[in-house]
Each structure stands twice: as structure tokens, then as C-alpha cells.
């Protein structure tokens, strides 16, 4: 069973039971102990530990050899709700770095990071390194209430759906890399410059990039315009959308496509790739779809054709395939992490894997006819 670190009932209670009070002692011990045995930063690998596995794949890269790499949640659980198992203190506990998104994805983040006794990584310190800074977020809420469902508060924190987030999560590992290691600062610089490159070259495609640089194709794609941009421009008498590489290509036939997400957790990969996201699966953010919202989404889909329904794969499946055969539409239930199924072991392959279940689902939906 999961544990909902945002419910208040579970916040207030002040009375752990006795067998978690003793694994957090020991938990403390063993903190203490693997403290007192650390070496300087810059004469080992740093051991950076990040709240998921997409996160540490990308420290991964601006890292390299210089680091080792783990993470909290698996790649197919629900980011938002962690068990805080005394092992993770412990883990903690030895960290030179914490990566986190920063906002409220990781609530039960503080708590682990407290009883880890590991200063270093407590939020402000030169070890706490939070990817969202920076970022354009987006859905920030007008009221800071919980009653619209209470776990998207500062906005949406499902930042690394977006490929040109992902450029801004590696900057920011790297930045923070270099506060803890200043010594392989220059290693940790390139170490993210390549993986922006990567990224750029695997979003536009090389001849693109040539002509209108990273940076523009960059601001026009988080603006959500990359498409009608390049569609309304020429180049020596060609559409300019004729040189599109990369994702931008493949996943052009996805532009305009009406669409239901499982969870408010694509947006930033929706705008990327210009989906209209009509409606969710659950009625608020982490608030479980009752039969009346399951009613209301059917009619929606009726009436509007929509027919693919995308979600993680840690959602209930059973409830996703069960609205699409009411409505004739089709089901995409993909990993939403790096790690988060078999094969999906990059930030490339989880967008590639994204990308071409969307596109083989519109495909059966008759979609491109
Ligand atoms: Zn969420």
C-alpha cells in the first residue's frame, strides 16, 4: 500500500509506531557513522542520489565517471507518493548531492532528507539541487489551495516531459555538481553542454539548427509556436518545415491531435509536441476518478472524438481500457520514467518510447486518414 505524504491525517500524526522509531535510530547511527568516515569531495566519485531515476540519468551524463548514480522512486511508481523507508535515510545519509525537482513532486522529500542528518543536502545547502530553477513553468495555480487537489501547488512539477526542460535539469545538475566538487567543475560543464547538444540535435535534427540556431528553435518550441512557425516560413523557395529532424519530425503528425491524459503530468511534453489535452482521467490532480467524473469524461469523449488515452503505468490500467472501449478509443499506457519498463533506459529512449506509442495509437485510431 502507498503512503500519501500529503494527507494531512498521515502529516499530523506525531506517534510512529515503535518498530519505525527504532529502524530510524539505526538509521541515524549508521548516518553519523558513514559521515565520519567521508573524504573530500574531489578525491572520490560524488554519490549523487536524485528523487527518480530519469533525474539520475541525466546526472548521469553530466557527471560521468565522476559520479555514481541512485535513486529514490522506481521508475514505475507514482513520483508523488514515496514510502519513506529508514533505508532511504540511510542512503541519504552518505549523499554528496540530492536531486529533486524542487517544487511539490517530491513532499515527502524533507522528511527523508531530516532524518538522514546529512546537512549538506538540505534544501539551500551546496548538495541540495533543485532542476526546476529557471524553468517556465507552467499551470501555476491563481489560489494556493489544496482543495484543487493539492499536489500541483507551485505549478506543474512534472518538468522532465519536456525535452527542452530536460536541457535546464542537466544545467542545473551541473551547476550544483560544481558547488559540491569545484575541482571537476570544467568535467561536469561539458558533461551537460554534450547532453544539450544531444538533445538539440535529437529534437530539431542537424540541417535546422544550422539555419536557425538552438537557442531560437529553443524559445519557439517552449512557446508551443515551433510548428506554425516553420510552416508559415520558406527557405530558398522550400517550407521550412521540410527540414525538421529529429522528434519534431517523427512526431509531426501528433500537431493538433485531441487527447485525455491519465494525471495533469504531460503538459510540458503536450506543448512541446502540440496535443491538445481536452480533459484527465481523474476529476483533480492525484484524486481518483469517481463513477460521475468516469460518466462526464465518456460523454466528453463522445462528443468530442477524442480516441487515445495516455497514462503512466502506474495508474489503474484497468480503468483507462475500460473508458476507451466505451468510446472506441485507444489506450497508450507507457513508462514515464527512464527505468520505468524494460528497454527505457535513457531520456532518448523515453521520449522515443513516448512518441511512437502516440503515434502507433492515432495510427489504429485512423487518425491520418
Ligand atoms: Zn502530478
Redesign the pocket.
Known amino acids: 500500500m502507498k503512503t500519501r505524504m500529503n494527507d494531512p491525517k498521515i502529516q499530523r500524526d506525531t506517534k510512529p509506531n515503535t518498530r519505525l522509531t527504532a529502524l530510524w535510530s539505526a538509521a541515524c547511527v549508521l548516518a553519523i557513522g558513514a559521515m565520519a568516515w567521508s573524504t573530500p569531495a574531489s578525491a572520490r566519485k560524488l554519490y549523487v542520489i536524485s528523487s527518480n531515476p530519469t533525474y539520475s540519468s541525466i546526472a548521469k551524463r553530466v557527471g560521468g565517471n565522476l559520479i555514481r548514480v541512485t535513486y529514490i522512486t522506481k521508475g514505475d511508481q507514482d513520483p508523488?507518493f514515496v514510502r519513506p523507508k529508514p533505508s532511504f535515510a540511510v542512503q541519504l545519509s552518505k549523499a554528496d548531492a540530492f536531486v529533486v525537482t524542487g517544487l511539490d513532486?517530491e513532499l515527502w522529500a524533507p522528511r527523508l532528507t531530516d532524518k538522514s542528518m546529512n546537512r549538506s543536502i538540505r534544501q539551500g545547502q551546496n548538495g541540495y539541487i533543485a532542476v526546476y530553477s529557471g524553468m517556465k513553468l507552467m499551470e501555476i495555480p491563481t489560489s494556493r489551495s489544496r482543495a484543487s487537489g493539492g499536489?500541483?501547488m507551485f505549478g506543474?512539477?512534472?518538468v522532465y516531459t519536456g525535452p527542452m526542460n530536460a536541457k535546464i535539469i542537466a544545467k542545473n545538475i551541473a551547476i550544483g555538481l560544481c558547488k559540491v566538487s569545484p575541482a571537476n567543475c570544467a568535467a561536469f560543464k561539458k558533461g551537460y553542454r554534450r547532453f544539450k547538444y544531444q538533445i538539440n540535435r535529437r529534437m530539431f535534427g542537424k540541417k535546422l539548427i544550422k539555419l536557425l540556431g538552438a537557442g531560437t528553435l529553443t524559445r519557439l518550441t517552449v512557446a508551443g509556436k515551433l510548428i506554425p512557425f516553420l510552416q508559415k516560413r520558406k527557405y530558398r523557395g522550400k517550407p521550412m518545415v521540410d527540414m525538421l529532424g529529429g522528434w519534431a519530425k517523427k512526431a509531426l503528425p501528433l500537431w493538433g491531435q485531441k487527447l485525455v491524459t491519465y494525471?495533469?503530468?504531460w503538459i510540458y511534453f503536450t506543448k512541446t509536441f502540440g496535443l491538445n489535452v481536452i480533459q484527465e482521467v481523474e476529476p483533480k490532480?492525484?484524486i481518483p476518478p469517481s463513477p460521475q467524473s468516469i460518466r462526464r469524461l465518456i460523454n466528453t469523449m463522445s462528443r468530442q472524438k477524442i480516441k487515445v488515452i495516455l497514462a503512466a503505468n502506474f495508474y489503474d490500467e484497468s480503468k483507462v481500457r475500460k473508458v476507451c472501449k466505451r468510446v472506441g478509443a485507444q489506450s497508450v499506457i507507457v513508462a514515464f520514467s527512464v527505468h520505468g519498463k524494460r528497454g527505457i533506459n535513457s531520456y532518448f529512449q523515453l521520449t522515443n518510447h513516448w512518441i511512437s506509442n502516440l503515434l502507433a495509437a492515432y495510427r489504429r485510431a485512423g487518425a491520418f486518414k
Open positions: 508523488h513532486l499536489v500541483h506543474n512539477p512534472h494525471h495533469k503530468n490532480p492525484a
